[in-house]
């Protein structure tokens, strides 16, 4: 998920279980099922740095997906996202899905894509810039101790 060039951010990853809800009724994941895995996993990176006040103010303006493979019904699920870019007013937060092995299916990347969300305080008709400690917080490395 990262580029070579791309600064390294925290990413946060969960495991889940296709559940029926999750379905389509046809066995395989229905398409919203990607972006609450995805949005599980935000909210895991988001709690692991101590950010509670990220949610409330961080409205979605993009999301894009690409699907590569079918998720079925009782098979074990990764969603991980890691923060890709950090602007002014705005965040993209890149994610992968991976099914794993269950039954005759293959484990592999299932989507993956961006989020992009924007800070948007409450009160405020309009983005604003990111709050300094939610900043410093993502300024750490994977590596670094928070």
Do not use: C
């Amino acid at each position: 998920m990262n580029d070579v060039a791309a600064p390294r951010y925290p990413q946060a990853s969960i495991e889940r279980t296709v559940e029926w809800v999750d379905t389509d009724a046809s066995g395989h994941q229905h398409n919203s099922a990607i972006l609450r895995w995805v949005e599980a996993a935000e909210a895991e990176l988001f709690r692991s740095l101590k950010l509670p006040d990220y949610f409330p103010s961080a409205p979605r303006v993009q999301q894009v997906i690409n699907y590569k493979a079918k998720l079925w019904f009782g098979q074990s699920v990764t969603a991980t996202v890691e923060i890709r870019t950090l602007g002014r007013t705005s965040m993209t937060l890149a994610f992968e899905v991976h099914g794993h092995t269950h039954g005759t299916f293959e484990g592999g990347t299932a989507a993956y894509g961006t989020v992009t969300t924007a800070h948007v305080p409450a009160g405020a008709a309009a983005a604003q810039p990111w709050p300094a400690h939610i900043r410093e917080a993502l300024s750490h490395t994977p590596d670094d101790t928070y």
